[in-house]
């Protein structure tokens, strides 16, 4: 069985970077973590405020539903967040992440 967090990260740019609507100085950012029977992966949801398709309100609330879906596996996440992309290039993420040999460090967060 597979259990699955999620945390929220925000990267500070050392030199702000310039996008076709601003300026960033900040980028919130979201990571999904899975861990199965010891081994652990991880996945980026790369949202940009203001810039992202899926910059909803509901954003959160779906990577919680994800969390809490973990067992429906990969292919019905997938389809149960195409309103949502950066959500699932993090689920695509962290199922292959788990698939390899591990060679990181287990993860110090949970959401």
Known sequence: MIKATYH???????????TS?????????????????????????????????????????KLKWVCNNIGLGLDMLLSKTNDFPS??????????SLQLPRVMIQPHCHG
């Open 8 to 18: 929220k990260y925000i990267l500070h740019f050392k030199v702000p970077s310039g």
């Open 21 to 61: 609507r601003g300026i960033l100085k900040t980028k919130e950012t979201w990571f999904l973590y899975f861990e199965k029977e010891g081994n652990f992966g991880i996945g980026e949801c790369g949202l940009f405020r203001g810039l992202s398709i899926d910059d909803r309100p509901d954003y959160e609330n």
């Open 87 to 96: 959500i699932q290039i993090g689920i695509e993420q962290a199922f292959l």
